[in-house]
């Protein structure tokens, strides 16, 4: 079992700039990568961003290439994601993800096994 608490969210103005904090515990070296993923209402939930624990490759959904950094600190076993130039289009629900399957596909949610509960990020216009 592996289990996630995701902090950080609240409500900033956009352009403003926040930083998500994934902690995991339990069986967290089986762990192969772990992603952010966001779900706005009424829509679908749709990847962010993910990161290989063995390596450190790191993936983005383009709408958050360049504004949005993804980074881990092994020895805390948790996972950040610092986002900059926030617009309201990224208001939503962020939820943290962790995956074991080495061969998993990171942008897919449904290779993921483990979630957190999420934490809202609101972007005021």
């Known amino acids: 079992q592996v289990q996630l608490v995701e902090s950080g969210g609240g409500l900033v103005q956009a352009g403003g700039s926040l930083r998500l904090s994934c902690a995991a515990s339990?069986?967290?070296?089986?762990?192969?990568?772990m992603g952010w993923f966001r779900q706005a209402p009424g829509k679908e939930r749709e990847f962010v961003a993910a990161?290989?624990?063995?390596?450190?490759?790191?993936y983005y959904a383009d709408s958050v290439k360049g504004r949005f950094t993804i980074s881990r600190d092994n020895a805390k076993n948790t996972v950040y994601l610092q986002m900059n130039s926030l617009k309201p289009e990224d208001t939503a629900v962020y939820y943290c993800?962790?995956?074991?399957?080495?061969?998993?596909?990171?942008?897919?949610?449904?290779?993921?096994?483990?979630w957190g509960q999420g934490t809202q990020v609101t972007v005021s216009s």
């Open positions: 993800a962790a995956g074991l399957q080495f061969l998993m596909r990171v942008i897919t949610a449904i290779d993921y096994d483990y």
């Open positions: 339990g069986r967290t070296f089986s762990s192969a990568a």
């Open positions: 990161i290989r624990w063995s390596g450190g490759s790191t």
